[in-house]
C-alpha cells in the first residue's frame, strides 16, 4: 500500500460552481478524517468518519460542505456553490481503531489544492 | 479561547543542539491526546510523537521527546541533536475525548523551525 491517495491534486474553479474530492485511505485503515489548511495555519478539523459512519462533524463547517464514505472504504467531500474563502488545501487522513499507541497516528494524504476564482 | 496555543511563530537552532517547541492546550475533558506533526515545505504532514493524557511517562519517539506537564497544560516537544532536515513547520494538536467516542481534533499555528548549519 501506497498510503492515502487524494485525487484530483489541484482544482480550480469558479465561485458558485460544485468541486468534489476523493480520498483513498490506507486499505487497513477504518477511521477517515477531512481537513483544510490555508496558508500559514495550521489544520481544521473538518469530519470524521468510522467505517461508513459519520461520527463527527465540526461544527464550523457549513451546511455546503458535505462527505460521505459509502462503503467504509474511500470518501468524499463536496462542496456547493463554492466561495472564494473555500480556497484552501483539503487535507485527508486516515488510521486504524483499535487500543494501542500507534492507533493513534494519523497518515495524511498529499492533499487537494482547491483555488476558487 | 485557543484549544491549542503555539506562541513561537519562528525558532532557530544551530545543528546538533537541542531545541523545545512550545505548545499549550486548552480542554476540560479528563481524556484526550496530544500529538506533533511535522509539515516540510512539500506539503506533508508526518506524526511525530503521541501522548495520552493518562500516559504517565512522557513519549518518546527516537530524537523527539514530548515534555507531558498535565497541570501546566503543555506539551512541548523537545528535538534532540537538530538536523539540517528537521527545518520545516511544527503543528500541535490535540484529540478531545476518549478515543473512538466521536472526537474533535484541534491544531496549532504551528511554529516553523530552521536548523542552521
Known amino acids: 500500500d501506497t498510503g492515502v491517495s487524494q485525487n484530483p491534486r489541484h482544482k480550480i474553479t469558479k465561485r458558485g460552481q460544485n468541486v468534489t474530492f476523493r480520498c483513498d485511505p490506507i486499505?487497513?485503515?477504518?477511521?477517515l478524517y477531512w481537513y483544510r489548511q490555508t496558508l500559514g495555519q495550521g489544520p481544521e478539523f473538518l469530519t470524521y468518519?468510522?467505517?461508513?459512519?459519520?461520527?463527527?462533524k465540526s461544527r464550523l463547517l457549513s451546511d455546503r460542505f458535505s462527505a460521505e464514505r459509502p462503503k467504509g472504504s474511500f470518501s468524499t467531500l463536496e462542496i456547493q456553490r463554492t466561495e472564494q474563502g473555500d480556497s484552501a488545501m483539503y487535507l485527508c487522513a486516515s488510521s486504524l481503531r483499535g487500543g494501542t499507541r500507534e492507533d493513534n497516528e494519523q497518515f495524511f494524504g498529499p492533499g487537494t489544492r482547491l483555488t476558487v476564482l | 479561547a485557543q484549544k491549542i496555543t503555539q506562541t513561537q511563530p519562528g525558532m532557530f537552532v544551530q545543528e546538533k543542539e537541542a531545541v523545545t517547541l512550545d505548545c499549550t492546550y486548552d480542554?476540560?475533558?479528563?481524556?484526550?491526546?496530544l500529538f506533533w506533526y511535522k509539515q516540510p515545505s512539500s506539503g506533508e504532514m508526518i506524526f511525530l510523537i503521541y501522548q495520552g493524557s493518562y500516559d504517565e511517562q512522557n513519549a518518546t519517539e527516537g530524537r523527539y521527546s514530548l515534555n507531558f506537564q498535565k497541570a501546566r497544560k503543555s506539551a512541548n516537544l523537545v528535538i534532540s541533536a537538530s538536523q539540517l532536515g528537521d527545518s520545516a513547520m511544527y503543528f500541535c494538536?490535540?484529540?478531545?475525548?476518549?478515543?473512538?467516542?466521536?472526537?474533535?481534533?484541534?491544531f496549532g499555528t504551528g511554529t516553523s523551525l530552521t536548523v542552521i548549519p
Open positions: 486499505s487497513e485503515h477504518n477511521r
Open positions: 480542554t476540560s475533558d479528563q481524556s484526550y491526546g
Open positions: 494538536a490535540m484529540r478531545e475525548g476518549r478515543l473512538g467516542t466521536g472526537n474533535q481534533f484541534y
Open positions: 468518519f468510522q467505517n461508513e459512519a459519520q461520527l463527527e
